[in-house]
């Protein structure tokens, strides 16, 4: 089975300021690894996935993650945050690329403050 | 890109009451899930379909039943509503086989249960 920790439930940060959302993971095999936003009342949506290959996986608006197998971690890191960044966070966990559950953290809110 | 659509977005319904939820997957895709995600709560994994067979069950209660139709669209039935029942519910798609698809997620279909 898998597990995912999502190590903070909010974050707060100023606007233009670094911000990294951590995220570590179980798992007895092999996963695969994606990081999901969810803005106020609106569906998930995929920002960015780890498969294989390079461990740094650049994803959209200006996200990326990178994915450490000796430590159990896929941390997201965006160098610059805007407002419009401001929501809810998944890191999850899949067996498959295309045919297995996610098993999702419990998600970090990410507050930007102008 | 076409995306995932459900119907209806929005549901209310009293408690002891039925529902119907409908998904209709990227087309091409052969594979959908669908999770509850409770207020303030991670999504967690119900059910999951490929080509219209049941593939994996999660944490789906046995008042609820689902199932996926000849067209790949999937239909989940809720009955005997009980107010804990109230959440979003995300239907999500997936292309078997693929290397590099992964799950995308639909709007939601927030269901209220009064």
């Known amino acids: 089975a898998q597990s995912v920790t999502q190590l903070d439930s909010q974050v707060p940060v100023f606007e233009e300021a670094p911000v990294e959302l951590r995220c570590n993971y179980s798992?007895?095999?092999?996963?695969?690894l994606f990081w999901y936003v969810q803005y106020p009342n609106q569906g998930l949506q995929l920002l960015l996935k780890?498969?294989?290959?390079?461990?740094l996986v650049k994803g959209i608006n200006g996200f990326e993650a990178e994915f450490n197998k000796s430590q159990t971690s896929f941390h997201l890191r965006k160098p610059s945050v805007h407002i419009s960044d401001t929501a809810e966070y998944f890191c999850?966990?899949?067996?498959?690329?295309?045919?297995?559950?996610?098993?999702f953290g419990k998600g970090t809110l990410l507050t930007v403050n102008p | 890109a076409a995306g995932v659509i459900q119907s209806p977005r929005h549901l209310i319904k009293e408690k002891r009451e039925t529902a119907t939820l409908k998904c209709y997957p990227i087309?091409?895709?052969?594979?959908v899930y669908w999770y509850q995600q409770g207020p303030g709560q991670d999504p967690q994994f119900l059910i999951s379909?490929?080509?219209?067979?049941?593939?994996d069950k999660g944490s789906i209660p046995d008042r609820f039943s689902a199932q996926q139709f000849s067209d790949y669209h999937s239909e989940l039935n809720m009955s005997s509503l009980e107010l804990g029942d109230s959440a979003l519910y995300f239907c999500?798609?997936?292309?078997?086989?693929?290397?590099?698809?992964?799950?995308?997620f639909g709007p939601g279909t927030r269901l209220t249960v009064l």
């Open positions: 999500a798609s997936s292309k078997q086989g693929a290397t590099t698809d992964t799950q995308y």
């Open positions: 798992s007895s095999v092999s996963v695969y």
């Open positions: 780890y498969l294989s290959g390079s461990t």
């Open positions: 999850a966990v899949s067996r498959s690329v295309s045919n297995y559950k996610l098993t």
């Open positions: 087309p091409r895709h052969d594979t």
């Open positions: 379909f490929y080509e219209k067979m049941q593939s």
